[in-house]
């Protein structure tokens, strides 16, 4: 299946929102027509490669999805994220530069940088030893907790035990992804909190557990194959075709 554009995904998701081009331009501050341009992958009118980023992530956030995964795709449907200029090629000159003659010093602008050495060199003191009464006052050390946090990534997981099996309790939702060839994911709990944001690279696998729902996005849904509370799911899509699926522990029905 061929791999959905950034501009249909947004489209698909405004629609879904029950937003109107219009409604969204007022939200987003953007014109409408040039939502209409990116919703048809047309950004001649964005102004820059810079821009067209921006926009993409306004419109993500404004429409539900996740701005980052979103700017990700882009960068991969248009050849990589921008490199970066170097400030040496920027200030690059042919002419050679012609050294002043040496003057007499100004020792009034001396001595005005001098004295606002030490007024800023006063207030740093006084900020500074505030903040160090501030640190002793009130802080308790935390105690070690050998415990593993509830919706850490885990990549290696313990023989024998339920989570190795992929099994959580029934009010827990154990979700295990392996990669057969790369691709890019974007995994949150049921409070919106990112747990992994990144490409899991092929041949690996992770597994994330949630007391109550696990949510992912998935670039390329014919590149992993999914495992959930110990059930095997296969792959959730075709090859190219980017899906959101959200589970729930044993007893709550997927979505």
Not at 91 to 106: C, G, V, W
Request: with cysteine.
């Amino acid at each position: 299946m061929e791999e959905q554009s950034i501009g249909a995904i947004l489209a698909a998701a405004r629609r879904s929102a029950g937003l109107t081009v219009a409604q969204l331009s007022a939200t987003t501050r953007i014109r409408e027509a040039i939502i209409y341009a990116i919703e048809r992958d047309d950004y001649a009118q964005c102004g820059g490669d810079f821009y067209e980023r921006g926009h993409v992530k306004v419109l993500a956030r404004a429409v539900g999805l996740d701005p980052d995964t979103l700017v990700h795709l882009y960068d991969e449907q248009h050849g990589g994220a921008p490199v970066p200029v170097r400030a040496a090629a920027v200030f690059q000159t042919d002419r050679k530069l012609r050294i002043r003659e040496r003057r007499a010093p100004n020792w009034s602008m001396a001595l005005g940088v001098a004295l606002a050495i030490v007024v800023v060199f006063g207030v740093v003191r006084v900020m500074g030893g505030a903040t160090e009464q501030g640190r002793s006052v009130g802080v308790q050390p935390m105690s070690a907790s050998p415990s593993v946090p509830p919706n850490s990534p885990i990549t290696e997981e313990p023989r024998g035990s339920a989570l190795s099996a992929g099994r959580g309790s029934d009010n827990e939702v154990v979700v295990r992804v392996k990669a057969e060839r790369p691709a890019f994911l974007n995994v949150r709990d049921s409070s919106g909190r990112k747990l992994f944001s990144g490409t899991l690279e092929a041949g690996k696998s992770s597994t994330w557990r949630a007391a109550s729902r696990v949510s992912l996005l998935i670039g390329d849904a014919g590149a992993v194959a999914l495992q959930v509370n110990g059930q095997d799911l296969g792959h959730p899509g075709h090859s190219g075709e980017i899906v959101r699926r959200s589970f729930g522990p044993p007893a709550a029905p997927r979505r």
